[in-house]
């Protein structure tokens, strides 16, 4: 979803919005929480609600969307992972994996996966497919989460309390920004051709 769209969609309706989008991203639907989060800090800080309450709600949300993974996992088991990893096989190393990951490490798994990109999309699904105590896999999510959540809203909240401020500056060094993204989106897709060439 574009972050454009996500910012519309937060201004128009507040807190709800915000509930809603985590909840959404939580339950592993295609939407970043490194544009949803943020955002929902600006947000908030512009509509005037306490960086605390938003915090409070995103982490509600976030066990909320998480949960709904967790016993899709529960539920459905293996076979219906199988099933839907034999229409995604991009996903499915990642998928096993983060199972052989959360077997590893168990309830820590679940707390530690918060923070990291590629596990945090399928945690959920292995806790409840490997059937992890819930009342654990809330905790042990649930401190994941607020730590993911408050860095992550704060540095939004933040943005938004100053973007009167900040605002003309982001105006005049747009382009400049932009160049040096460019640059650094170009240097990366370089070395992983390069390395890709190296391992052939």
């Not at 034999?86 to 490490?105: E, G, H, I, L, V």
Request: proline share 2%; aromatic share 14%.
């Amino acid at each position: 979803m574009d972050g454009n769209v996500i910012f519309d969609l937060l201004s128009h309706y507040g807190m709800f919005a915000i509930f809603l989008l985590i909840m959404i991203e939580y339950a592993c639907f295609p939407i970043s929480s490194e544009i949803v989060l943020p955002l929902s800090g600006m947000v908030a800080a512009q509509l005037g609600h306490k960086v605390t309450f938003v915090i409070l709600i995103s982490v509600i949300a976030g066990i909320l969307g998480s949960s709904f993974c967790y016993f899709l996992g529960r539920i459905g088991g293996n076979a219906m992972m199988e099933c839907m990893l034999c229409r995604f096989p991009k996903a499915a190393r990642q998928f096993q994996k983060t199972c052989d990951w959360q077997q590893k490490y168990g309830k820590l798994s679940v707390m530690i996966a918060r923070v990291i990109p590629i596990f945090r999309t399928y945690i959920s699904f292995a806790a409840g497919i490997t059937k992890q105590n819930y009342l654990v896999f809330v905790v042990y999510s649930g401190i994941g989460i607020l730590s993911w959540n408050t860095i992550l809203i704060s540095c939004g909240y933040l943005l938004g309390e100053n973007f009167d401020v900040l605002g003309p500056y982001f105006s005049a060094y747009s382009k400049w920004v932009l160049i040096l993204l460019a640059a650094v989106i170009t240097i990366i897709i370089i070395v992983k051709k390069n390395a890709k060439q190296e391992k052939m």
